[in-house]
DNA sequence: AAATCGGGCAACCGCGCGCAG
DNA sequence: CCTGCGCGCGGTTGCCCGATT
């Protein structure tokens, strides 16, 4: 027995918006605020559902909405967090003042996710798109081309890396009352620093365990450990978290969460990811020149193309 | 000029969670 | 403890409009 509707869906109208309509729900939320949006169409005068409603309000009429582009501060802000947390828009849109998570949703989904796979990155993983499909091929074909025996091979230490973090933001998650976000000073572009990027580490130490099996889910970030359990109600919970990275991120940055790396290794990503007018500006080129680093450290890594896998 | 295509965006839908009764 | 309701989230759909043929 499913859940009944939440309105009399044959007497409420749908589709786009009017002005009129517009008008009548400013004007009650701005007297009344929001409480029950159940019952706000009926005290507005609407005949619209609650839940429509609240759409409207939350994605286009809720005030100190930005309507402007997003600038390219908040472009590599929703990168770096979406290879972090995958798509939680609602978590990275509260990071970014004036932005909804529609916003973020659609400019993800029509822009950036694009961007990224033009330039090579593979959106779902944020590794570069060959690394994923050795990956891929490898599961596929898992005696066709072997892993590197050495331990430091570049794919073993991304997916102990990988699962690493996942662990750790999970228990992150969990504990930490305010978690926080990647935070950067708007009004300084060179202050901002980013995030090492989590599935592209930086060269491994020379001291390596045993290789981990891997599967295909540790190659993604929002699947692998992050765990279904976790995912929604304990970061539901806590979508305040816009202003309240500071303790978690101040001092020593991502890097000081009991997670992978020393301080300061990302050096090489953000380099060019900080700078002003830099050749190489963007995030994305940071990791694929970090890629070719890696190709260049690690010759023994097969590279291969789309018709591996036909 | 008309038809088609594709991108962008607003809005809808279904589901899970939290909370109150 | 159980149940029902409301809220919020992420995924998806569909419309609008500009570009292209």
């Not at 929703?78 to 003042?97: D, E, K, Q, Y």
């Not at 990155?121 to 060959?130: A, C, E, K, L, Q």
């Not at 090492?196 to 929002?222: C, G, I, M, R």
């Not at 970090?290 to 036909?310: R, T, Y």
Request: with cysteine.
């Amino acid at each position: 027995m499913g859940r009944p509707p939440c309105c009399d869906k044959a007497n409420v109208k749908k589709g786009p918006w009017t002005a009129d309509e517009d008008a009548k729900l400013l004007a009650y939320t701005s007297t009344h605020g929001i409480g029950n949006w159940t019952s706000v169409p009926q005290k507005a005068g609407l005949k619209r559902c609650g839940k429509s409603c609240r759409l409207r309000y939350t994605n286009y009429l809720r005030p100190n909405l930005k309507h402007e582009n997003f600038t390219p501060e908040e472009e590599e802000h929703i990168v770096t967090l979406h290879a972090m947390i995958g798509s939680r828009w609602s978590i990275i849109a509260n990071s970014l003042p004036g932005r909804t998570d529609n916003d973020v949703k659609n400019y993800w989904n029509t822009k950036l996710s694009k961007k990224l796979s033009q330039s090579g990155i593979d959106p779902v993983t944020h590794r570069p798109i060959s690394d994923v499909m050795l990956s891929i091929h490898r599961l596929s074909h898992p005696q066709s081309v072997p892993l590197p025996s050495s331990p430091s091979s570049s794919s073993t230490i991304t997916a102990t890396k990988t699962t690493t973090f996942n662990r750790e933001l999970k228990n992150a998650f969990l504990t930490k009352p305010n978690i926080g976000v990647p935070h950067y000073n708007t009004s300084s572009a060179s202050s901002f620093t980013m995030p090492t990027p989590p599935l592209l580490p930086p060269p491994p130490p020379p001291a390596q365990t045993t290789p981990l099996e891997t599967t295909w889910t540790d190659f993604l970030v929002d699947g692998c450990d992050f765990g279904e359990n976790v995912a929604s109600s304990e970061v539901k919970k806590e979508n305040n978290v816009a202003a309240t990275c500071e303790s978690w991120t101040s001092g020593h940055g991502w890097y000081d969460c009991g997670m992978l790396y020393e301080e300061g290794s990302c050096s090489n990503f953000l380099a060019s990811g900080s700078g002003e007018g830099e050749g190489s500006s963007s995030f994305v080129d940071a990791i694929l020149d970090h890629d070719k680093e890696m190709a260049s450290e690690f010759p023994q890594l097969p590279i291969c193309d789309s018709s591996d896998f036909f």
